[in-house]
């Protein structure tokens, strides 16, 4: 364990965190299921894509050498041999001086070299009854309103390359290129546990001395936010027992185990004690403001107790949040009590080790802007200090950090307001409005982008 006086600076605190964490084992999943996931493997395509030349619009398939002289005042009158839709093949050629009906993304028909709109025919849009004759009003050069086969993939060619976020614009491209699955870097699991005597879940009536547990679900979200999966193990009262047995839980059934409170000095602060009785911290108290108390460690898990997840990891297509065979180290980490501290060191230190169990190349995926301070903050000289703002941009794109409420680690109200995290170095001290800082939004401008 860490001296108990030192402050560790959070690159240093990070970097321990980050020792020896992997991106967690590949799973197979149905293509809904890899929504947020890392690909752990290429996705090939399996066929050409188009597999043939096909109709870019609703018209006419012709000849281009029948129509070269077609105008709107002399307009070409050919011959009209049949219908041609999607999902079905013409059962005749075009040949000289004639022309077929075809429909969007119909197969080409032999002898058709060229599609003319139908605004370019006098044939009524709309209109299912098949006519004799049609008059070509334009003429059109070989290969026009054709998507010729393989002008998006060919066989063989990579789609999707591994190591790529799965959004949702890209789940077309995976099914279209053959697969109804795909094998991603599975979700990590991360356990939630609050602590205190004082703490009554969302919802519940209060009685006196009691508060919500704000905390569960808020680093819930946070998890989810992070592409993992929330694992509830409830609210431990600050009995050391009642923590030990709640941790075990978790740890039989994640990879991670956050708990909230009681990892400061007090009394009855249990969780780091826990921590050491059932495996071992690597460090506690780190030099940042919100947030000084935390404990970070490790343990063995445990092997029977997961066998059911065991079983769903040997399906043939499972959830992206399979585990894997137990005997795995599961990390700790113990948080601050207070629910914006709670918030920010998971933002801080959590985050990122689950986006690198995810097989996320930015461990933050989170947009840094430069913003100009319009209020003066004090803060502490020896802890880079986190600040919660509100952000706004003028014409020129310059961005105005505000402070959003109270700073107080116990001041929800103004993390609520909040867009995101002002940055304020060690060594600074009290910062004067004006000062510039960076920014780490939560999302605010969808012109940031993602950061994935």
Known sequence: MSDPDLLLPLDAALGRMLHDVAALPPVVVAAGESLGCVLAADVVASHTMPPWDDSAM????????????????????????????????????VGPGSAMRILTGAMLPAGADAVVRVEDTDAPAGVTVLP????????????TSIRRAGSDVVAGDIVLPAGRLMAAHRIGALVAAGHATASVVRRPRVAILATGDELVPAGEPLLSAQIPDSSSATLAAQVRDAGGVPIPLGIARDDRADIIARLRDGIARADIVVASGGVSVGAHDEVRLAFEAIGRIDLWRVAIQPGKPLAFGRAAAAGAADASDRADARDTVGRADDTEAL????????LPGNPVSSFVTFELFVRPVMRRMAGHADLMGRTIVRARLADGAGTDVGRQTYLRVSLSR????????????????????????????????????????GAEVDVISFGWDPGMGDGR
């Open 58 to 93: 609703d018209g006419y398939a012709v000849r281009s050498i029948d129509v070269a002289s077609a105008s709107r005042h002399r307009p070409v009158t050919l011959r009209v041999v049949g219908e041609v839709a999607a999902g079905h093949a013409a059962t005749e050629a």
């Open 132 to 143: 004799t004759n049609v008059s070509i009003r334009v003429a059109v050069p070989p290969g």
């Open 327 to 334: 005997g795995r180290p599961v990390l700790l980490f113990g």
């Open 394 to 433: 003028d014409r020129q794109g310059s961005f105005t950090a505000r402070l959003a409420g109270g700073q107080g680690s116990h001041m929800l109200s103004g993390l609520a307001a909040a867009d995101g995290l002002a940055v304020v170095p060690v060594g600074v001290g009290d910062v004067d409005a």
